[in-house]
């Protein structure tokens, strides 16, 4: 029998006895309950599969190592190329880690968690994505073989969180100020082992940049152009103070080969303003027409004589011009460019600072821009003939373009990806004016810096730590190994010339001897960036415990 209390609203006096009327709803939830226990509550479909345990740990890391594995043979000067190949039939020749990662059809969640890292180097940087990727994989392969040891992730997680803050401050240590030479050395590093020609273009990078500094604005990877021109070798490549755009002149006879030109950048049209409802005008002799056909030339030569006015010697528009205000500017001398895009437009504003205009009617002399040279060349295309209209020589442009020479087209993309990597490596120095020697040699000083300070430690930490410094020696491993020499005997070695008594920086040249490293020089940014993202991917991955397929992959 269940005793149950029942208070009564007339007094304080408490009653136990039976309450009847709730004593079998009661017992039907126990039975109930007691039946639930039998058969488990599903909340997800039956095709749903669930990986727990260390099984998780094992197929993130095989993953992430196949991932990085895949990268190995492209690191350093002496890396290779690999073919990508799509359905569609376009193909890409590269050894340029982002284009890799940013171009394969990744399923695996470890995989597409390390290609979100490369994607946030690439940004940052431009380059090391490649060593970020390596790095990573050679941490979860570390932290794999002391998980099979019984070391607890987290305790894995805190040593590679302690071995990061000593790998940062021995970047502090090891930097020094950038220089302009450092520039042309950190640019010429960037695009080493790639098909672009550093000695060549490192020079040519480091001119835009000076070029570009003398406008006073903030500089970007915006502020650079890039166009092919499609015929002759790499060396035959220009640095053009302006733009070079691809458009046909709309008029043979238009003026060319102009100087210090004024420049007029019109947003719209030129030509009358259709009507934007339907009119009807009646006409009743020749005297009528005649003066609607003059009133309307009238209006053309009003907006042909405000651009004359003006000055200006190219105009550019973003839409069509009226023939008869062409032949009229052609001439009186100036020059006309129609039909550019919006970010034609905008790019020929910054590299001429001119203000661009809406309409003609809002012309003003201060809106108009200056180039010291402009020319353009006919030349006939597969598809149509196409002219190469270049504005060059411009006084304090915000923006230059780099003219790209070279007959095979797939060459030329991976040429315009190192010079873009190049770029962002130079920036990234502008950002940060710091840099460290490459070819292995900081990798190895922090290294040496993380055994040290593991004999402070007591804890387990101790062999995560351990296992950090292995993971980083893995980048002048493969900088031997791909050389072809003995990657063991390499990392034997520099880690014997890191030592904290030895001055000089030892890293791998280029024919995989340990040698003094003063021309290979890295951002300080791009290391420091490129160690947090790969302990912060590594970390995610070793916490994760359970991964639960909806599709049941």
Partial sequence: MIALEIRKEEGEKVERGVDRRNLLPWLRGIFMSEANKASPVRIVKDQTRTTSGTEVQEKMIAAARVFSDILRPTYGPRGLDKMLYKTDGNRAVTNDGARIVSELLV?????????????????ISGDGVTGTLLVCGSLLEEASRLMSRGLHPLTIVEGYRKSLEISIRTVDARSRPVNEDDLERVAHTAMTGKSANPDFFAPLLVESLEVLKQSGHAISTESFGMTKTGVGTQIESRLIRGIQLKKRVPSADSPNNLENANVLVIRGDIKIRKMTRTAEVRISDSDELDSFIQAEMERKMKISSTIERSSADLVLCGGEIDRDILHELSRSGTLVIQELDSSEIEQVALCTNSIVVDSVMDIDDS????????????????????????????PSPRLVSFAISGTSDTSTEETIRCIHDAIRSILACEQDPRVVTGAGSIYARIANDIRNASLLESGRERLAMEAYARALETIPFVLATNAGREGLDAVLEIRTKSRDEVKEEFGVSEDGTISIIEEVLHPALSTISSLEAAVETTVAMLRIDQV??????
């Fill in 548 to 553: 639960v397929s909806a599709r049941g992959d």
């Fill in 367 to 394: 809106m108009l821009g200056k180039a010291g040279a402009v020319r353009w060349v006919r030349r006939p295309s597969t598809d149509q003939t196409e002219d190469t209209i270049e504005i060059d020589d411009c």
């Fill in 107 to 123: 399923k695996h969640p470890a995989a597409k968690m390390m290609v979100s890292m490369g994607e946030t180097q690439e940004e």
